[in-house]
Every structure is written in structure tokens, then in C-alpha cells.
């Protein structure tokens, strides 16, 4: 039982510290966004249930930007899609 609990904390520090290297890929957030009938941050933050200034923070005008996991986890959620169809690979994994 230890064992899995301290498994378990590693995978989130992990987790916490490769999300640093994520980053929106805009055009398939675009149109993932566009065929469910989203066109601005305002309209993605109702959707997703998640305040203003997260979206904001999270996307640019051309849906570019760091994601973070509470709106990556949510977005692939409500959208019904994996979270590589939303964010590009981190650089360290193509070394």
C-alpha cells in the first residue's frame, strides 16, 4: 500500500512539472472548438465552466498558449477527444 501511495505522489510531481512544457496545438483546438459551435474565450469558459481569466490566461486570440491541466482535462472531456489532439508534444520527449 506504501508502495502505490508513493508511486502515486511521483506520477503527480511529474505530471505537475511536464506540464510546463505544453502547449496548445492551435489550429486542431480551432477546429475542435468550431465544429461544436465555440468562436471566442468567453463562449470556451461557459462551456467549460471555467472562469474568464483561466481561459484568458490559458489561450490566445489564435487559441495558441500553455496549457494548463484543470482546462486540458476538461476541454478533451466535454469535447470527447484525447489530450494529444490538443496539445503538442513537450520537446523533451522528441530528444
Known amino acids: ?3 502505490t501511495l508513493t508511486v502515486f505522489h511521483w506520477t503527480i510531481a511529474r505530471i505537475q512539472v511536464d506540464l510546463a512544457d505544453l502547449y496548445w496545438i492551435s489550429e486542431s483546438v480551432a477546429n475542435i472548438l468550431h465544429r461544436n459551435g465555440i468562436h471566442t474565450r468567453d463562449e470556451l469558459a ?19 498558449g500553455r496549457a494548463t491541466m484543470v482546462v486540458l482535462v476538461r476541454a478533451a472531456a466535454v469535447f470527447k477527444v484525447s489530450l494529444g489532439a490538443l496539445v503538442k508534444e513537450p520537446a523533451w520527449a522528441t530528444r
Open 1 to 3: 500500500m506504501n508502495i
Open 46 to 64: 461557459k462551456r467549460l465552466d471555467i472562469r474568464r481569466a483561466t481561459i484568458y490566461r490559458n489561450f490566445n486570440a489564435d487559441w495558441s
